[in-house]
């Protein structure tokens, strides 16, 4: 391992800038411009990781981002790694190393070469296809203890990162004539094409640099010169017009309605110390006009037995990383294949001074002129011949040879490796034509699903669609991008023409499981390398019943990896293909869907987190309240005061007092947050009566009413006072979470039921800031402060609402209502003006012994007086009887919303849960909310609650707790006692009217 | 994210500026009194659900407020016409609006 396996020669790397990481705890050295994938192969490490189910020592396996073993940790840096920084199952064969890195091997304890897990290999036979299902099923009480955390244990990928993401995420829109998805040669043609027409072109690719297989197919000419200086030329016209945005290391992820495209770009992981003022990762949203697909083809394993150990790689990965990595993948490379191509990756390796040891290919009818280049290369060719095996765990030593014969295969010894390339063709790409909900077409003779016609406004181009050969496949990208751009800007566009040499067609595929000749029952073939699903597992399914690959790929999870299968699926399916005696298209394909690779939570939440996650919305008194001490509450997006400790004071504390001081003196109370509706027009009243149950035509001017809200279906959605401020205006107020589905509610009705009425809806909710005085000496609070309004009861009963002013001039509506059961008032006042009113009030409400008070203490008053909050009692299952308000229902009302389902027979049955009032027996336990009462103190099993708790708390007034419960039949209940069931035995509790002071109403009329 | 056409605005906007509103076309009877108990439920609870083209209701709630309707294929979810509450159902074999698009 101390020598390179650096080529003397070549590739795309800066061998002059050596790069040090640590992989594993090891200092190591590379080159800029290495992949840690080629990185490692450089220092002759094979093995990166174990695999997620058996965990057997797995090697790099691919070149891209359809990579399924060398799944790695990375943190930027070893204070990065220290403070718990890091990102977990990153593909190493797309991670750029800088200076510093920090790589850590997953899945594997104590370290990567002794892994205690890799017990798990020899466990084999418990984890076959559907284990899930089977193996731990039974004893049933055996899941949460034993079999889960067995098994949380020992599978999973990498490990959490233990400190929040210090890092920031963007997000863009973006617009265009053309998105063109990869930059290989169909790409670039498409982009190019499409620049030159004028159109607007964004081209995104996955890697750092553009290019694809032209960064690796050294031979290949373009016009006259290597294929590389083609590419850096394109890129240089492209990057020069400023209706072109070129997006390296973007992955388009998502392919949604409409042409809508998620790309993602990572912007900074590739740089040690990147700009501070630079996003991590880019989350761009771009609605293009047409999409060019030009995701290429991907490299098909051959299923052999003990495929999956390192050292065994894909042969044109190995190619990648000799040609453009300079890197050779072992010291005695051994290339088995099916098709021509593995062929370019023995001849190149062996040019750069590879020792290639042979070309053992699966045909007997190999291009003689391929053999003829081997022979001259002096590569050892055998055909008809395959691998059935390779000897090594952590690192291939050698691999047995089959001699093919029809079905059956003979042992033809073995040969000494250290690498095998393997190539079973080629599966083109149609993971984002998928995903655009596009059709695929079986192409027998090719061995593989095409894109058929599209449904959105996008096509294929290149190798993604079954075309091969360089010159086909830029005249394709070409054909692509005109396309295109004609449709997408109807201007017409010239096609170039390109011409190529150097490159050559490819033929020949293998699809399914190599034939063998060893014990099938003791070796296993991978088809699914991230999953570890084996040619054995998907048989199995298939003899257990699943017919469809839908219900083999749930069964075996082969391809419900990253890379959707991307590697997998073809082989799956002709394994299942052949024990079902199917043809492949009648067995099926599973559906890509986003993200093409997985995508981190940061670029999709991007800059929605923290503070940012939510909107808030504070209140003119917002400020007081938090100089004061107060602790919030979040009620929607508002922020409430919850209540007001003094100092010493916990919360209870806080609360009972507030609730004493209101009752005895005065409180105020910011109701702000109240939703409000102004309702105007000549059929305003009209349009009330229709959608609460109250009546409203008789409602004088200058009055309130509590209004209750029902759906179409019967049930309570919203309460709320409203009052009549004229004939044909009306002041609604809403729960404060309610406001916006109750303003959707009513303009639903409006618009599309009773366009007829003349009504205008408008949201006041922020008009109006509402300070709320509660108490016996509310009144004295406020009459220093009222300019023009008669405060005395007769002039200005309960329930009542005056237009004036306060304070020499400043607007007012002034409410005289109650939500606590004392005498009460509430200053509706511009939010300009409010904290100059609420000043003014508080301090006559601290000269008479008052004080300020939050949402706990109005709760708690509220529940005193048996007042629902809607939400809290309600559910969306209750009624006005179940509450008890039957008295809010207009009786001579021909209709309302609502009225016919409340004659429903299950909303009318007996039985219902009816809102009743809770009384602990001892007079001391504080019930929980949510809590379920039964009739027994110790019911058996399954025998179901008479109800739940709604509402609980401790009562100053009544000196007691008090409980407000939904539970059937309750209202017949009144003086029963039930049980509340807790872990620590049932509370006994006496069934009361919800109603625990002033039961006559007197206060409020003081 | 799909492309609504609001038919009111006169524009194209993307869904967030909308809020689906169920199926279209179920007007709330003038009388419900005189529903049975059945009827009632019919109109309360069952919708046709169809596979294929949709009648459904859409308000840009976040724009000019209104409620309009729209056919669209639940299939492939593409809007084959949008129209203005209270007009008739377009044919969708002929609707070629600009919500079509
Ligand atoms: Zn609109």
């Known amino acids: 391992m101390t020598l390179s396996f650096r080529t003397s020669k070549g590739g795309r790397i800066d061998r002059a800038k050596s790069v040090k990481f640590i992989f594993d705890g090891k200092t190591l050295v590379g080159q800029a411009g290495d992949t840690l994938a080629s990185a490692l192969l450089a220092n002759g490490i094979h093995l990166v990781g174990r695999s997620f189910k058996y965990h057997r020592p797995r090697g790099i396996l691919t070149a891209g981002s359809e990579e399924p073993n060398a799944l790695v940790g990375v943190a930027k840096s070893a204070a990065a790694a ?21 790589i850590v091997s997953q899945n594997r304890w104590p370290s990567l070469g002794f892994d205690i897990g ?18 731990f099923m039974w004893p049933k009480s055996f899941w949460n203890r034993v079999y889960e955390p067995f098994i949380r244990a020992a599978a999973g990928l990498g490990k959490a990162p233990t400190a929040p993401d210090p890092d920031r995420y963007a997000n863009r829109y973006a617009h265009c004539d053309v998105l063109v998805a990869g930059s290989g040669p169909a790409g670039l043609a498409a982009a190019l094409t499409a620049t030159r027409s004028g159109a607007r072109v964004i081209l995104a690719y996955e890697q750092g640099e553009p290019g694809g297989s032209l960064l690796h197919d050294v031979g290949a000419q373009i016009d006259g010169r290597p294929a590389a200086e083609w590419v850096s030329a394109v890129i240089a016209e492209l990057a020069g017009n400023d209706r072109v945005t070129l997006l390296p290391r973007t992955t388009v992820f998502g392919y949604f309605n409409q042409n809508f495209i998620g790309l993602a770009e990572r912007v900074t992981d590739h740089l040690a110390d990147p700009d501070p003022s630079l996003p991590r990762e880019r989350l761009w949203q771009v609605r293009a006009r047409q999409v060019v697909l030009a995701t290429g083809a991907i490299e098909r394993p051959l299923v052999f037995p003990e495929n999956d150990r390192p050292g065994v790689m894909m042969a044109e990965a190995g190619r990648i990383y000799a040609n453009r990595f300079g890197v050779l993948p072992g010291r005695a490379i051994a290339v088995a294949t099916s098709c021509d191509s593995a062929w370019r990756a023995a001849f190149d390796i062996k040019a750069l001074g590879g020792n290639v040891v042979a070309i053992l290919d699966m045909r007997t009818d190999v291009d003689p002129a391929l053999k003829e280049k081997a022979r001259a290369h002096s590569i050892r060719v055998e055909t008809g011949c395959t691998v059935t095996g390779v000897k090594g765990t952590k690192r291939i030593e050698g691999v047995r040879l089959g001699r093919i014969s029809g079905d059956t295969v003979s042992s033809a010894g073995s040969l000494a490796c250290d690498c095998l390339l393997m190539s079973g063709g080629w599966t083109p790409n149609v993971s984002l034509h998928s995903q655009a909900r596009g059709k695929l077409d079986w192409h027998a003779d090719k061995g593989a699903f095409l894109p058929g016609d599209p449904v959105q406004a996008q096509r294929s181009a290149g190798s993604c669609r079954g075309i091969d050969g360089l010159a086909q496949v830029l005249a394709d990208g070409a054909r692509a991008g005109a396309e295109a751009a004609q449709a997408a800007t109807g201007n017409a566009v010239d096609v170039p023409a390109f011409s190529a040499s150097g490159s050559e067609v490819s033929s020949g595929w293998w699809l399914g499981a190599v034939p063998h000749d060893r014990d099938a029952s003791r070796v296993r073939a991978f088809v699914d390398f991230q999953n570890d699903v084996t040619a054995k597992d998907v048989k199995l399914a298939v003899r ?4 469809s690959i839908e219900h083999i790929k749930r069964y075996t999870t082969t391809g419900m990896a990253t890379d959707q299968g991307r590697l997998s699926n073809m082989n799956a399916l002709s394994i299942a293909s052949t024990a079902l005696a199917n043809e492949i298209p009648q067995v099926g394909l599973t559906t890509f869907r986003q993200p093409y690779t997985p995508v981190t939570f940061g670029t999709l939440a991007t800059t929605s987190r923290g503070d940012l996650f939510d909107p808030v919305r504070r209140t003119a008194i917002h400020d007081w309240a938090a100089a004061q001490g107060a602790a919030f509450e979040d009620v929607s997006l508002w ?10 004071e916990d919360m209870h504390a806080a609360v009972l007092r507030e609730c004493r001081t209101v009752r005895e003196s005065v409180g105020i109370f910011d109701a702000s947050t109240l939703g409000k509706i102004e309702v105007v027009g000549p059929d305003a009243a009209e349009f009330l009566e229709r ?5 409203w035509k008789k409602l004088g001017i200058g009055r309130l009413r509590y209004g209750l809200m029902l759906n179409e279906a019967g049930f309570i959605m919203d309460d709320g006072v409203v009052g009549r401020i ?17 303003l959707a509610h009513m303009e639903d009705y409006l618009q599309t039921e009773w366009a007829d009425l003349k009504v205008w809806l408008t949201s006041t909710t922020e008009q109006w800031a509402v300070i709320a005085v509660q108490g016996p000496k509310a009144r004295e609070a406020i009459a220093p402060l009222v300019d023009d309004i008669d405060l005395s009861t007769e002039a200005m009963p309960h329930m009542s609402v005056r237009q004036g002013h306060v304070m020499g001039g400043i607007p007012c509506r002034l409410f005289r209502m109650s939500f606590t059961g004392e005498a009460g008032y509430e200053i509706n006042v511009p939010p300009s003006r409010a904290r100059q009113v609420w000043d003014a009030v508080f301090a006559n409400v601290e000269r008479l012994g008052g004080c300020a008070y939050g949402t706990e203490t109005m709760h708690v008053l509220r529940a005193e007086k048996g007042y629902i909050i809607v939400g809290q009692e309600t559910d969306g299952t209750v009624t006005p009887d179940d509450v008890g308000m039957s008295w809010a229902i207009g009786k001579n009302k021909p209709d309302f919303v609502g009225k016919r389902s409340l004659a429903r027979p299950d909303l009318m049955a007996t039985g219902r849960k009816q809102l009743v009032g809770l009384l602990t027996k001892d007079g001391k336990a504080l019930l929980e909310e949510g809590a379920q009462v039964t009739a027994e103190a110790d019911p058996a099993p399954r025998t179901p609650a008479l109800g739940h708790v709604t509402s609980s708390y401790m009562s100053a007034a009544a000196g007691r707790p008090i409980a407000l419960a939904m539970i059937a039949n309750g209202r017949a209940r009144h003086g029963e006692t039930l049980h509340v069931p807790m872990p620590n035995g049932a509370i006994a509790v006496e069934v009361v009217p919800p109603l625990f002071v002033d039961p006559e109403g007197s206060r409020l009329n003081a | 994210m799909l492309l609504i ?6 524009v194209e906007r993307p869904e967030i500026e909308f809020r689906y509103g169920g199926e279209a076309h179920i007007a709330r009877p003038m009388q419900p009194a005189d529903l049975d108990d059945h009827q009632w439920a019919e109109f309360l609870y ?6 294929g083209v949709m009648a459904e209701r859409w308000r840009h709630v976040h724009g000019c407020g209104r409620f309009f309707n729209a056919l669209r294929d639940t299939v492939s979810d593409r809007f084959i016409a949008v129209y203005k509450t209270g007009e008739p159902r377009p044919d969708s074999a002929t609707a070629s609006g600009e919500g079509a698009r």
Not at chain 1, 118 to 135: C, E, H, I, Q
Not at chain 2, 46 to 51: A, G, H, V
Request: proline share 8%; aromatic share 10%.
């Open chain 1, 639 to 648: 922020k409430r005061a919850w209540y007001f400790p003094k100092s010493g």
């Open chain 1, 691 to 695: 959608i609460y149950t109250n009546p």
């Open chain 1, 118 to 135: 890799a017990v798990n290999d020899r466990l084999s036979p418990l984890f076959v296809a559907g284990f899930y299902y089977k193996t």
């Open chain 1, 726 to 742: 004229a004939e044909d205006r009306f002041h609604v107020t809403t729960t404060t979470g309610g406001a916006p589905r109750v």
């Open chain 2, 5 to 10: 056409h609001c038919p009111c605005c006169g």
């Open chain 2, 46 to 51: 069952m919708r046709t659900n169809p596979k």
């Open chain 1, 82 to 102: 220290a403070a718990g920084q890091s990102v977990p199952n990153l593909r190493a064969t797309q991670v750029e190393i800088h200076e510093g890195m920090v």
């Open chain 1, 544 to 547: 257990e019943g699943m017919h």
